[in-house]
């Protein structure tokens, strides 16, 4: 049975890989620490390797977690990097992202004004429209904690990544409004799929990841 490594996106965690099926695999769920002050990404993810005991693991990241995989993989051998709704390097990342290095209201803006936003567009944003995925939303938003909330969203902008490795694959969807599919290049197209696809089309998903495995040497 093969042991793969689940990073959730921005704040979040095993919920959002609940509806996969993953009776045929050993997950394992890497937890979101308390980043340091101005850490880097290749500072946080050698951080996160204390969580990931494996030799040559396989790495699933969803959104964020799909760009700190791609960090992990830079930092050890790894077999296979599967990502959902994420991006591969920083052509990957919409343009309009680098106006949060230039006004930088994720850092002084309140963070109850931040989280009252992200419960206000966050449904259109992250594509949640049925009654389940509204409430994970409304959790995870309220279960963020603040420091790495900010410090996630000034590294996500200001992502300079051009390293992919050849045994990368990326799952996307072509309604994803947060990392729309114009910028990205995916290996597999989801019809319909959001920025939360990963639970609205779970059982396709789960059909594609396994494919990968199986092909996994």
Request: with cysteine.
């Amino acid at each position: 049975m093969q042991d793969v490594y689940f990073i959730s996106g921005l704040g979040a965690d095993w919920r959002l890989f609940q509806y996969l099926d993953l009776t045929d695999i050993r997950p394992h769920f890497v937890r979101w620490i308390t980043p340091l002050k101005n850490e880097s990404w290749e500072n946080y993810a050698q951080r996160l390797l204390a969580q990931i005991p494996s030799p040559n693991p396989i790495l699933i990241g969803m959104s964020m977690g799909g760009m700190m995989a791609i960090e992990i993989s830079k930092l050890i051998p790894t077999r296979q990097v599967i990502l959902i709704s994420s991006a591969k390097t920083r052509r990957e990342i919409p343009p309009y992202f680098r106006l949060l290095r230039i006004f930088r209201g994720h850092e002084w803006c309140s963070y109850r004004l931040l989280t009252w936003l992200g419960l206000q567009i966050g449904g259109w944003l992250f594509g949640a429209t049925g009654k389940v995925e509204k409430q994970l939303l409304k959790e995870i938003i309220h279960d963020t904690d603040e420091t790495f909330f900010r410090w996630a969203w000034h590294r996500v902008a200001s992502w300079q990544n051009t390293f992919v490795n050849d045994h990368t694959r990326h799952l996307h969807g072509n309604r994803d409004h947060m990392l729309p599919i114009r910028y990205v290049k995916p290996d597999y197209v989801i019809d319909g799929g959001t920025h939360l696809m990963v639970l609205s089309k779970a059982e396709e998903i789960t059909a594609i990841i396994q494919k990968i495995l199986s092909d996994t040497p």
